[in-house]
């Protein structure tokens, strides 16, 4: 098979990789890679005629959004600002606040092409810019020349979660909304042929996820930017890292399926997130026999070295009447020291709203050293230090988080 791996990855990480593929595929395993669910993370595979469901995943069209501002980061009052981005903006499943909430994406979506997402419209209008959990975030950064960013991840929250799913119970036989059990981590992928009924449904519904995927993350933006005083933007870059693309590759059309990793044609920018401490980038695509190689293919972010539950302990979600919603119960303790965690921030001036143990920057690789790994296939633009960092905190319950 045709295959090219980059940096320390396992080899449970590497057969997934191969059990994805058959004798016509092309497989790149970039640097932040481990296992993920039927498809590594951080594996991009060319199909002919085939897309992967399992491979885009349940987040259809997780991505990252960066903007510079015109303003200089020590011009804001970082703990003020941070304090109200976490009040204004929702992580998790519900919506904290009743601000109206409006896109044409949402118009799109009453009028899908696959009928059985028109149902729904009202789970994306309830979800709409509100940015999950997991390793999701709202960041703001100082760059090399003092300037403020804002740097976003998420991606299509229950909408896209539901889709996948959807299809995945398609693909065994089922409806559209019946319930299948997910398999095991190294289940065979959910391929359909892309010509087939079933494909272009699916990429039709896709595409929708995708378009959701990009409004939210221009609506949390947005909504940073109003809390800042509306600075003009200076820079910006958009863009998925789960989804599925046709392309040319050695003069042959290929479907690419990239999950958890960040398409980076010649000429063509990203922002790569790192963990809640180290810095971030802005990278660009170049042209090389090795790019060519990783089919334009580079990281999304660092990598985990450490699963959620090694970092935080086992945990037992259980509703609680009185407080309305479920809630943690910790049944085994975890690995990280997360108040160490805190105090190391707080003492290099990051300032840190809700996330947890399982966010630490010790569950990652350094993202450094795993761009060192992908050679000269990109090149860095600008680097990014966190001065503030809003994610959803340990005990925030969301189905959709990953």
Not at 140 to 150: A, N, P, S, T, V
Not at 189 to 205: C, H, I, K, M
Not at 233 to 245: G, K, L, M, P, R
Not at 264 to 269: H, T
Request: glycine share 10%.
């Amino acid at each position: 098979m045709d295959i090219l791996v980059f940096g320390e990855v396992d080899e449970a990480c590497r057969q997934q990789l191969i059990n994805c593929m058959d004798e016509t595929s092309i497989g790149v395993l970039t640097a932040d890679g481990h296992k993920g669910y039927s498809h590594p993370i951080g594996g991009a595979i060319a199909y002919k005629n085939k897309v992967s469901v399992s491979g885009v995943g349940f987040d259809i069209a997780c991505g990252n959004k960066a903007v510079r501002t015109e303003i200089l980061a020590d011009e804001i009052d970082v703990p003020a600002i941070m304090d109200e981005i976490y009040t204004r903006i929702s992580f998790g499943v519900g919506r904290v606040n009743d601000e109206p909430v409006d896109h044409g994406v949402l118009d799109k979506i009453s009028k899908a092409t696959f009928k059985p997402q028109r149902k729904m419209l009202q789970l994306a209008r309830t979800q709409l810019g509100t940015v999950g959990s997991g390793n999701h975030y709202i960041d703001l950064f100082r760059d090399e020349m003092g300037y403020l960013w804002i740097g976003v991840h998420f991606g299509s929250r229950g909408f896209g979660h539901r889709t996948a799913s959807g299809f995945m119970a398609i693909h065994k036989g089922l409806k559209f909304e019946d319930k299948s059990p997910e398999g095991s981590m190294d289940a065979p992928p959910v391929l359909f042929d892309t010509q087939s009924s079933e494909g272009e449904a699916y990429l039709n519904a896709m595409h929708l996820a995708g378009e959701y995927a990009y409004a939210g993350r221009d609506m949390v933006v947005n909504k940073v930017l109003e809390i800042l005083g509306n600075p003009k933007v200076t820079f910006e870059v958009h863009n998925h890292h789960n989804f599925a693309w046709k392309e040319n590759h050695f003069g042959e059309n290929y479907w690419v399926v990239r999950k958890g990793c960040t398409p980076a044609f010649p000429g063509q920018q990203a922002f790569i997130g790192s963990n809640m401490m180290d810095q971030s980038v802005i990278i660009e695509g170049v042209d090389n026999v090795l790019a060519q190689k990783t089919l334009y293919s580079t990281v999304h972010g660092a990598g985990r070295v450490m699963s959620r539950t090694q970092a935080a302990g086992k945990k037992k979600w259980v509703y609680h009447a009185g407080q309305k919603r479920k809630v943690p119960t910790l049944i085994s303790k975890g690995k990280v020291d997360f108040e160490n965690t805190k105090a190391e921030m707080r003492r290099q001036g990051i300032v840190l709203k809700g996330s947890g143990a399982d966010e630490a920057p010790e569950c990652y690789k350094k993202l450094s050293e795993v761009l060192g790994y992908m050679g000269n296939t990109v090149k860095i633009l600008h680097s990014l230090s966190p001065i503030g960092v809003a994610m959803a905190g340990s005990d925030t319950y969301d189905p959709y988080k990953d």
